[in-house]
């Protein structure tokens, strides 16, 4: 499974950023179990869930963008995005979109260890 994001950049407070990811591999099969997220790691902090999505389309979302945070993928399933609204300095981090074990659903503790696919990551800085 192959990730590649593409869509950071710099915006001001209360502004918005739509982040892609393309979803790529031949063992990633549309119609079979899989669980897609983004992590993001703030400066000086962990890497961390943002939000995530499984195969019939249940979502998770941390508690800290719920409500501003929106993740979705297109109808082929190649690609995922994360519409962020009304976005706050403390959203500034490097966001990740990874890919659980193909096959499988999401598992029920959001955590990264259960996402052994990644991509490389795009900068999200917002200012005020």
């Known amino acids: 499974v192959e990730l590649k994001e593409s869509g950071g950049g710099s915006v001001q407070s209360g502004g918005s950023v739509r982040l892609s990811c393309a979803i790529s591999g031949s063992r990633f099969k549309a119609y079979n179990p899989y669980c897609v997220g983004w992590f993001r790691q703030r400066p000086g902090k962990e890497r961390e869930a943002v939000a995530r999505?499984?195969?019939?389309?249940?979502?998770r979302y941390i508690d800290s963008v719920k409500g501003r945070f929106t993740i979705s993928q297109d109808d082929s399933k190649t690609s995922l995005y994360l519409q962020m609204n009304n976005l706050k300095e403390d959203d500034t981090a490097k966001y990740f979109c990874?890919?659980?074990?193909?096959?499988?659903?999401?598992?029920?503790?959001?955590?990264?260890?259960?996402?052994?696919?990644w991509g490389q990551g795009t900068q999200v800085t917002v200012s005020s």
């Open positions: 999505i499984d195969r019939d389309g249940f979502t």
């Open positions: 990874a890919s659980g074990e193909p096959g499988l659903w999401c598992h029920d503790r959001f955590l990264e260890i259960y996402f052994g696919y």
